[in-house]
């Protein structure tokens, strides 16, 4: 299996909503990303997890918070998300630092 | 801090002739260089990598090259197809690091 698997396809919230984004990956990976990509921009890393543990977090606001329960899954939890957060969330994974990434479909969501 | 930048960023070609983007990186650090294709709405693929210890790699009608001298690399497709048509985003990456230093992305367009 080499892909990334991304659930949901789209989304929409309320700023007042709590919800989920769920990554899933089955290629032993053990490095595993969340970025977010604005319209004819490229992705912007978020946060990474490497064996489980969060390695890297990119200043992102508390309304963002990600979870790595085990090594094949990825989520991130979304709180009291603004407009201006509406955008492509895009999952990946990686064998180890600075080797290809796989990228999941991504997931659109839109805050309203 | 580092930065990529990638030139043009759209390109539009006839049917059948070659296009070359070309990107610039800041950190001389940087030994991996992969390639991402996104087309419209969908995930972005990994189409060719380079490490700093190659200076040309090929696959098909895609290579890349890498001027470590200079810090630039570069994708060459030839022999252009319409499903070819996406946005390219060239990066960068340094030993022992999960981050990727993207490029701003070349809108590629081939014309039937």
């Known amino acids: 299996d080499t892909e990334v698997t991304q659930t949901p396809k789209h989304l929409v919230m309320g700023m007042t909503n709590k919800k989920s984004l769920k990554c899933e990956q089955h290629m032993g990976h053990r490095a595993m990303y969340w970025y977010k990509q604005k319209a004819k921009k490229p992705p912007e890393l978020m946060f990474v997890y490497s064996y489980e543990k969060l390695s890297i977090n990119e200043s992102v606001p508390s309304r963002f918070s990600p979870e790595c329960p085990n090594s094949s899954l990825l989520n991130l939890h979304l709180h009291a998300l603004q407009p201006e957060d509406s955008a492509l969330y895009l999952c990946?994974?990686?064998?180890?630092?600075?080797?290809?990434?796989?990228f999941g479909p991504g997931t659109r969501l839109t805050v309203t | 801090g580092e930065n990529v930048e990638q030139h043009p960023s759209t390109l539009s070609v006839q049917e059948g002739d070659s296009a070359v983007i070309k990107c610039t990186y800041s950190?001389?650090?940087?030994?991996?260089f992969p390639w991402y294709k996104q087309e419209l709405g969908k995930r972005p693929q990994l189409i060719i990598d380079i490490r700093s210890n190659v200076g040309e790699k090929k696959d098909q009608r895609i290579a890349v090259t890498l001027n470590k001298t200079a810090k630039h690399f570069s994708l060459h497709i030839t022999e252009t197809q319409p499903e070819d048509s996406a946005v390219y985003f060239c990066a960068a990456s340094s030993p022992g690091t999960y981050k990727y230093i993207f490029g701003t992305g070349t809108r590629l367009k081939v014309l039937a």
């Open positions: 950190d001389s650090a940087s030994n991996y």
């Open positions: 990946a994974s990686s064998q180890a630092p600075d080797y290809e990434q796989y």
